[in-house]
């Protein structure tokens, strides 16, 4: 088990490195960005790769150490297209964290007591979301679509989603 977890802590270190790199890049520009990670963590990565590749020639076979190695050295090429882009992140952590509400109800609404219930609640979820991915206050959006809705043409309906609503001025 010491093993195990001082390979990945070694591991983790070298991550770390390449996570540093975009500390220092995280206000540049796109180009700026591709330069100081060709510059920077181009040579992190090739250092992880190898010890990679290293380790997993020291591990037992089916171990769960080789199972996480094998997987990272199959996505290899995937996990690192990042450092020749500077518009492309290094993790998709930002949309991890969008759609984590969704992953996390998943088994909920398993129990919103029928199919059409289960609509329901995805659309109401689908609108706040997207009222928050706009740039509104969820509750506002809501409580001005749902007091405006009986009275909107149907023709003008489209006027109401999130990317074209417009917050009433203050009276």
């Known amino acids: 088990m010491a093993n195990k977890s001082q390979l990945a802590e070694q591991a983790l270190h070298s991550i770390g490195g390449l996570y540093e790199v975009e500390r220092q890049a995280k206000d540049m520009s796109d180009e700026d960005r591709r330069q100081l990670r060709q510059e920077m963590a181009v040579p992190i990565a090739a250092k992880l790769h190898e010890w990679m590749l290293a380790q997993r020639g020291l591990v037992l076979e089916g171990s769960a150490t ?14 690192t297209r990042y450092r020749d882009n500077g518009a492309v992140p290094i993790d998709n952590n930002a949309v991890e964290n969008q759609i984590r509400p969704w992953a996390l109800g998943r088994s909920n609404w398993l129990f919103a007591g029928s199919l059409r219930s289960g609509k329901r609640a995805a659309a109401i979820m689908s609108l706040i979301q997207s009222a928050r991915m706009n740039g509104h206050d969820p509750y506002a959006y809501l409580k001005d679509v749902l007091t405006r809705l009986p009275t909107q043409k149907a023709s003008e309906v489209n006027k109401l989603l999130p990317f074209h609503w417009q917050q009433p001025k203050a009276v």
């Open 66 to 79: 080789a199972k996480a190695l094998d997987y990272n050295l199959r996505r290899w090429v995937a996990l």
